[in-house]
């Protein structure tokens, strides 16, 4: 019975934080975030040349499907970890394994390395978006912890413009293993610059276990998931035997889990986080917002490519609307939610702002000019970013100091599980209207489609999930947001 008892935990004394230190720290972990996002991007445009190079290229979709599986089911991982052991050995140990993937794919052979390589990179990539907004969190209390949900966003827009830029450039004008060189100085950059100050940030020392088994089945579960994703629709269908079984195979997984969680002594994520309404709604919501949102970044080049008759290039300049807009929604989103007593109500009216925008391009699909068509992107990305920093904010502000890395693992898994469901929904519903899937040759199929009616059904598929979103944060309580003094003082922790 003493091994159910919850653990003592104890506040280790620690010098305070300046604002410069913080600032450092800040600046740091965002580094470390921009590698894991310009590591989502860069590699594409790179993927024809490593295949000529290295052989193999039908096993070119494990280069981001090797990535994608270690980084999703790590993410909670890392969170409780950082819980338990304090934040700066974690993100530690996720930079460096980050850094050792970027190496074994740099000085890859052959393609199976090269994947193992990927692999390994998601197991420290999957931690450093988690672990950047963990440790944000353990710095600025909540209410003024929304106006960094900009430099965030920014961060993104950044790897999503650089990324397939430098990927294109470094793979035609240079060499492919440039793409993930580049990482070993920025990541050498970012341990230096948080290593120091990053000792100074209050640790609770507790004697918690991770749950392996619970671990084990939340890794096997969002792995089958997630292979079934990448391949319904691609290699095999949707009503496959080898699909059917993976995600019935997943199904089961999930379901020992959740069971696993009631049973543990100390399950990897607390019953406490799962119960939170705010938490529960708020991960949710996200998960739709970020369906939506991938997979409207992802389809949005291929109609401008496919229908339009832009080339490559013209329709990655045109996708700034989209980006530009997802910054500028999180940035007056940020600086607004401190002065809201109901900032739930901005993520309200994004989700609306988004609908509106995706429901008229639905509409217009085959009639918009490339004018209308970047100003309702625009509008969309608005709607989207505003509701980021709602999400995020309300999910740290629901949970005590104990808790935080877990409930922000959370949302970060659950962010990313959306994106590659709203990538595989899009690419069914692309395939059923003969669609050129992602990745292939949008000019050998261009002159093929001559209505806009698929693509109608993609935007109307993405106003269905803002619509959800909207419902979903409708029902999501408000808890007042805890100041600098609320936040400064300990943690209660049992």
Same mark, same amino acid.
């Given at each position: ?75 909670? %991982? ?7 052991? =304090?934040? *700066?050995?974690?993100? /530690? +140990?996720?930079? $460096?394994?980050? &850094? @050792? ?122 792995? %089958? ?7 319904? =629709?691609? *290699?095999?269908?949707? /009503? +496959?035997?080898? $699909?059917?079984? &993976? @995600? ?122 490339? %004018? ?123």
């Amino acid at each position: 019975m003493n091994e159910a008892r919850p653990p003592k935990a104890t506040t280790a004394a620690t010098p305070a934080l300046s604002e410069p230190e913080k600032n450092v720290i800040i600046a740091g972990v965002l580094l470390s975030m921009l590698l894991a996002a310009l590591d989502q991007t860069i590699v594409a445009p790179a993927m024809p040349t490593i295949g000529k190079a290295l052989g193999h290229a039908d096993y070119l979709p494990w280069i981001v499907t090797g990535y994608l599986l270690t980084a999703t089911a790590m993410a909670p %991982l890392y969170g409780k970890i950082s819980d338990i052991y =304090g934040r *700066r050995p974690t993100i /530690f +140990s996720a930079i $460096i394994a980050f &850094l @050792l993937g970027s190496l074994i794919s740099a000085l890859a052979p052959n393609m199976l390395t090269l994947v193992l390589g990927r692999m390994v990179q998601g197991l420290g990539g999957g931690g450093l978006f988690a672990l950047s907004q963990t440790v944000i969190g353990d710095l600025v209390p909540p209410r003024e912890r929304a106006r960094y949900a900009a430099w965030i966003s920014g961060t993104w827009a950044v790897a999503s413009i650089a990324g397939p830029l430098l990927g294109g450039t470094f793979a035609q004008h240079l060499h492919w293993s440039l793409i993930f060189w580049i990482n070993i100085p920025l990541g050498l950059a970012a341990l230096a610059i948080i290593s120091n100050p990053l000792k100074k940030l209050p640790v609770v020392a507790r004697n918690h276990r991770i749950d392996g088994a619970g671990a084990a089945l939340l890794v096997a579960a969002t792995a %089958l998931l997630l292979l079934a994703l990448s391949w319904g =629709g691609s *290699r095999y269908s949707w /009503f +496959s035997l080898e $699909i059917v079984g &993976l @995600l019935g195979g997943s199904a089961v997984l999930w379901l020992l889990f959740s069971l696993r969680l009631r049973q543990a002594a100390e399950p990897l994520i607390s019953l406490e986080v799962l119960g939170n309404p705010i938490v529960r709604y708020g991960t949710l919501a996200m998960f739709l917002v970020q369906a939506a949102n991938v997979g409207l970044s992802v389809y949005i080049p291929v109609y401008m490519q496919s229908y339009h008759g832009l080339s490559a290039s013209s329709s990655g300049i045109a996708m700034l609307g989209l980006l530009l807009g997802t910054v500028m929604g999180a940035t007056g989103s940020g600086r607004t939610i401190p002065r809201f007593t109901h900032y739930k109500r901005i993520a309200l009216v994004g989700c609306l702002v988004s609908f509106l925008c995706l429901a008229v391009l639905a509409l217009l699909a085959g009639r918009s000019s490339l %004018l209308v068509l970047e100003v309702l992107t625009f509008g969309a990305g608005i709607g989207t970013g505003m509701t980021f920093p709602v999400a995020t904010v309300s999910v740290q502000n629901a949970v005590d100091q104990a808790h935080l890395g877990v409930a922000t693992g959370l949302l970060t898994f659950l962010r990313s599980l959306g994106g590659a469901l709203g990538v595989a929904i899009l690419g069914a519903i692309a395939l059923g209207n003969g669609l050129p899937l992602v990745g292939e040759t949008v000019q050998e199929t261009s002159t093929a489609i001559a209505s806009a009616m698929p693509f109608a059904y993609i935007f109307l598929a993405c106003a269905v999930a803002m619509t959800m979103s909207l419902a979903i944060f409708h029902l999501m309580p408000e808890k007042p947001l805890r100041g600098r003094n609320e936040s400064e003082m300990p943690a209660i922790v049992d």
